[in-house]
């Protein structure tokens, strides 16, 4: 299942693409939109601008009471912001259930003049078998209230001194 949103910032587009290549602003994003750690393991900058982050995190699970095994999910966040597409690639490995849950998604940073329209897009996958399709409503049900607070705290950052 796909679900897209986006919202415009009002910030030019190459300083929302500095926030995002600031770890600081990773992990005070991750901690605003609800996680309870957030671990940097890996940050990686390559020659042609691009920049790979692997993060760990926790956060209030967001599994049905009665499929999931704890009150707190565990997962590793890869990501890879490129500042010459303008585009930021991301892949949510969880460690329970990695076989059979799959999220990823992207984020466009798309110009407008003095402003940047960002595209924030979001796929789920849930490979089991009679549950899954629900699983997948369930599990981006707030996909468009966490993307407006992202965009909410994206627009803080590059916007207050």
């Not at 910030?11 to 990773?26: G, K, N, T």
């Not at 991750?30 to 760990?56: F, H, Q």
């Not at 009665?66 to 912001?81: C, G, H």
């Not at 585009?87 to 849950?101: N, Q």
Request: hydrophobic fraction near 40%; aromatic fraction near 8%; charged fraction near 30%.
């Amino acid at each position: 299942m796909k679900v897209r949103f986006e919202h415009v910032v009002p910030a030019p587009v190459e300083r929302v693409i500095a926030a995002y290549r600031d770890p600081d602003f990773y992990v005070k994003k991750g901690k605003n939109s609800g996680m309870l750690t957030v671990e940097i393991l890996e940050r990686e900058e390559y020659p042609d601008g691009r920049v790979r982050l692997k993060a760990r995190a926790t956060e209030p699970s967001r599994v049905p009471a009665v499929l999931r095994k704890s009150d707190v999910d565990e997962y590793v966040d890869e990501n890879v912001l490129d500042p010459t597409a303008r585009v930021l690639t991301w892949r949510i490995t969880p460690t329970m259930g990695a076989d059979k849950v799959f999220l990823s998604g992207r984020v466009e940073f798309l110009p407008e003049g003095g402003k940047t329209r960002v595209v924030y897009h979001t796929e789920l996958q849930v490979k089991i078998p009679l549950i899954g399709g629900a699983a997948e409503k369930m599990g981006l049900a707030d996909t468009e209230k966490e993307c407006a607070r992202q965009a909410e705290f994206l627009t803080r950052w590059v916007t207050e001194p």
